[in-house]
């Protein structure tokens, strides 16, 4: 009998580890548990174990005591994870001494994320605005050992196109190359602000998707003008700006623009090159804020964005905040129009409270299910009053004054 084999690729195993400390709550841990999966099930790995340590204070060696280290090291042997993966930001050092005490690659939650964002570029600028993330994060960890990670596409973080020119290049050669990309990124910024510029000549408002990765901003994109954007379950699934009109009105037209997602401790290397990018949300007139009202952490997502917003100078734009995925809300309940009328059970009444919660946390807020089409028609009348507010001054007006 013929035998038959797996032709299918093995996806790499990994050994997850975090640490807690005394501050960390059980939700904060919780939470960034499932972010930290979520990166990792985004690049198509496995895990093949967890750990989550306890320390009072960080040790510089392994950010935790040797004896703990190597007994994971050890763990992650047994488990014949393929590498590490840590849930904090590790210094160079830390990565080294981790990599020699077990003998596979050692990755932290920044490079996780570039890696994603390697993956998912999928036009000239964003490979460009990636590849100078990558050059930024290795410059000081040039004998690190990368490790291809993609199983899918060529030519990215950890391959040969990537992780052995990093081995082998020298200091010199890699702030070269830097150079070089920062020059020809500030191009592309160029050409990107004579686009706007036409854009804003044209006197057409401009509405800023923003949020948290994965809270639902393309397919909001898509539900409100049509437009053929990728729509993915899955973090960071847009990286470049999209614009679409949106006829608000007979008369009224509307540009409205998805940005790529925000994420706690977004890597400052890919803050800094996707920043001609994330300023679109800077030259907006409005922000429609998505947060995804299943998640149990919405406020830190919530926070972080706004954060994030006021560090592009964003934070005075007027804002509609959209609460969106309530069908993600087992059998959720709308707060009743009139009359008020009772919930039939108890577990009508608990959707109705965790609802009224949210709508009371974000007062003003649109509850949208971009799955069923709820809210869809509430929210184009508000984008559309909104727009014709006074508080609501456009860029051409703007301009105009001056």
């Not at 036009?123 to 690190?144: C, F, G, I, N």
């Not at 734009?317 to 709308?334: F, M, S, W, Y």
């Amino acid at each position: 009998m013929q035998k038959l084999y797996e032709t299918a690729i093995r996806p790499k195993q990994v050994f997850l580890i975090g640490i807690r400390n005394s501050r960390t709550t059980k939700a904060q841990a919780e939470s960034n548990d499932r972010e930290i999966k979520s990166l990792i099930y985004t690049l198509g790995l496995e895990i093949a174990g967890q750990e989550l340590v306890h320390v009072r204070d960080r040790q510089p060696k392994y950010g935790m005591g040797s004896g703990k280290a190597m007994e994971i090291a050890e763990k992650a042997a047994s488990a014949a994870a393929d590498c590490l993966i840590f849930d904090w930001e590790a210094s160079p050092s830390q990565q080294r001494n981790w990599e020699e005490l077990s003998g596979i690659p050692a990755i932290d939650r920044q490079e996780l994320i570039i890696r994603i964002f390697a993956d998912r570029a999928a036009t000239t600028e964003a490979e460009l605005q990636v590849k100078l993330a990558e050059l930024e994060y290795s410059l000081p960890r040039l004998s690190h050992k990368y490790i291809d990670l993609s199983r899918q596409r060529g030519g990215h973080y950890g391959t040969r196109g990537s992780g052995e020119t990093k081995l082998e290049t020298d200091r010199r050669n890699v702030q070269q190359q830097i150079h070089k990309l920062e020059k020809e990124l500030e191009d592309i910024k160029k050409q990107r602000q004579t686009r706007r510029r036409q854009r804003e000549r044209q006197g057409i408002p401009i509405c800023a998707i923003v949020g948290y990765t994965n809270a639902g901003k393309s397919s909001l994109l898509k539900a409100l003008t049509g437009a053929d954007v990728l729509v993915e379950d899955k973090l960071f699934a847009t990286l470049d700006t999209t614009t679409k009109r949106f006829e608000c009105t007979p008369g009224l037209t509307v540009l409205l623009t998805d940005t790529v997602g925000f994420i706690r401790r977004l890597p400052h290397s890919l803050v800094k090159a996707f920043r001609s990018t994330l300023e679109e949300a800077t030259r907006a007139d409005l922000l429609i804020h998505v947060l995804d009202a299943s998640e149990s952490d919405i406020e830190n997502f919530y926070q972080t964005t706004r954060a994030v917003l006021a560090e592009l100078g964003a934070e005075n734009i007027p804002v509609i905040t959209v609460l969106n995925k309530i069908d993600r809300l087992e059998k959720a309940v709308l707060p009743p129009v009139l009359p008020a009328v009772e919930p039939a059970t108890p577990e009508d009444s608990a959707h109705a409270v965790q609802l009224e919660s949210l709508t009371a946390r974000f007062p003003g807020s649109v509850i949208t299910s971009i799955k069923d089409g709820t809210g869809i028609a509430e929210l184009k009348q508000r984008i559309c009053a909104e727009i014709r507010s006074p508080r609501t001054v456009t860029h051409t007006d703007a301009h105009t004054a001056e």
